[in-house]
């Protein structure tokens, strides 16, 4: 219980260094003498992106790649969706995979023509990234 009490305390300790390192938007703005004229300043239009749109995929899984993050090799998912549409998947650590029992599985668990449905992103690389795996019957 005491290691409990002192992490919580170290850790809000922490934060509050955090937040007191920060500088007020008026400290970064330069003072301006009285009186003086400013011309215009032209501004820059802000992009903002476009919302991810999440997606489905129910079909067979063709392959499964482990990957090996060390080498820089992702863990990947095949899947041949029920209208023969092919589409890899990245898969990132800690991306549920659910059982057909509901139990959380691994990557590894997954075998070749297990069905399943998988919610993904498809980001402005291109690649897709799997957000949710779920074993179907």
């Given at each position: 219980?005491?290691?409990?009490l002192f992490t ?100 590894t668990e997954i ?19 799997a957000e949710s ?5």
């Amino acid at each position: 219980m005491k290691k409990i009490l002192f992490t919580l305390i170290a850790v809000t300790f922490i934060n509050s260094l955090c937040f007191a390192q920060q500088e007020s938007t008026a400290a970064k703005e330069p003072q301006k003498p009285a009186g003086s004229a400013t011309a215009p300043v032209a501004v820059a239009p802000v992009s903002v992106p476009a919302p991810v749109l999440s997606k489905s995929i129910t079909g067979k899984v063709e392959t499964v790649s482990i990957g090996d993050l060390s080498k820089g090799i992702k863990p990947e998912i095949v899947v041949i969706g029920e209208d023969g549409q092919k589409l890899s998947l990245v898969v990132k650590p800690g991306t549920p995979i659910v059982a057909k029992d509901t139990k959380i599985i691994t990557l590894t668990e997954i075998k070749k023509d297990d069905k399943v449905t998988v919610e993904y992103i498809t980001k402005q690389s291109g690649t897709h990234r799997a957000e949710s795996i779920k074993l179907v019957e």
